[in-house]
């Protein structure tokens, strides 16, 4: 396929993450998500992040296969996520579930900072090639079990994760920053997961917010296993 032909695609997605956001936009208490967000929906090659195969399908607005049984998540619900966690340009971002968008774009969502953990090793690798491929340069990598989060990064402005815990992992609100934000589902395997928002406050109290029910993969709480930046 061509430059073209993906950018009428990528155009494409943009009008149903648009049309989804409507939908709910009783719930979200808006009816658009903020600029930066839809802008680098707009820019970043989703296409580069998918086996070769499933290019095509790149920007249809729905989860897809990148082995190992896990998925690219569907377009609207990285835009939903990234929303709500209203990315500064200064902020230091943990994102549990190595992927791109955080790392900045052109525009990106904030040009944030972004610390990235998978617990693939094959996967981190190809994140790390197609992230050095478009030139993210704010962005580092580790391997291992993201329920535990990143001490040695620690305390994080925003946290995402695109993994379901039964519970919201104490390591990552430990982690979180006082004023810091964090976008996670929750629920028990094989049933339907709540995408929540929270906040932690300056006196480090969480205050926790339901937003949508999605379905995620399951995120383990396991014992972490060899890291490598």
């Known amino acids: ?27 979200l208490g808006k009816a658009a998500l903020d600029e930066r967000v839809m802008g680098c ?11 070769i195969e499933l290019q095509p399908y790149a920007y ?5 296969p990148i082995g190992f049984e896990k998925t ?10 990234t929303d709500l966690l209203e990315i500064r340009a200064a902020d230091v971002v943990l994102e549990i579930g190595t992927g791109a968008w955080l790392s900045g774009g052109d ?3 904030a040009g944030a900072q972004s610390v990235q953990h998978g617990i693939i090793e094959e996967l981190a690798r190809q994140a790390k090639q197609r992230l050095r491929r478009q030139g993210c340069t ?9 329920y ?26 430990h982690q979180l920053k006082a ?11 094989d049933g339907a997961n709540s995408s929540s928002w929270c906040k932690k406050n300056g006196d480090g109290k969480v205050t926790t917010k339901e937003i949508l029910q999605v379905r995620f993969s399951q995120l383990e709480e396991t014992e972490p296993g060899i890291t490598s930046n």
């Open 107 to 109: 525009p990106g969502p």
């Open 72 to 81: 690219i998540s569907q377009p609207f619900i990285v835009a939903l996520m």
């Open 60 to 64: 249809a607005n729905i989860p897809l």
């Open 138 to 146: 704010n962005v580092e990598i580790k391997i291992g079990n993201g």
């Open 1 to 27: 396929m061509s430059a073209k032909d993906f950018e009428i695609l990528r155009q494409h997605m943009l009008v149903e993450i648009s049309a989804g956001v409507l939908h709910v936009s009783d719930v």
């Open 179 to 189: 004023g810091g934000k964090m976008v996670i589902p929750a629920g028990l395997p």
């Open 41 to 51: 929906n707009g820019t970043v090659p989703r296409h580069e992040f998918v086996p």
């Open 148 to 173: 535990h989060g990143w001490s040695e990064h620690a305390p994080f402005d925003k946290v995402i994760v695109t993994a379901a815990p039964d519970l919201i992992p104490p390591p990552l609100l």
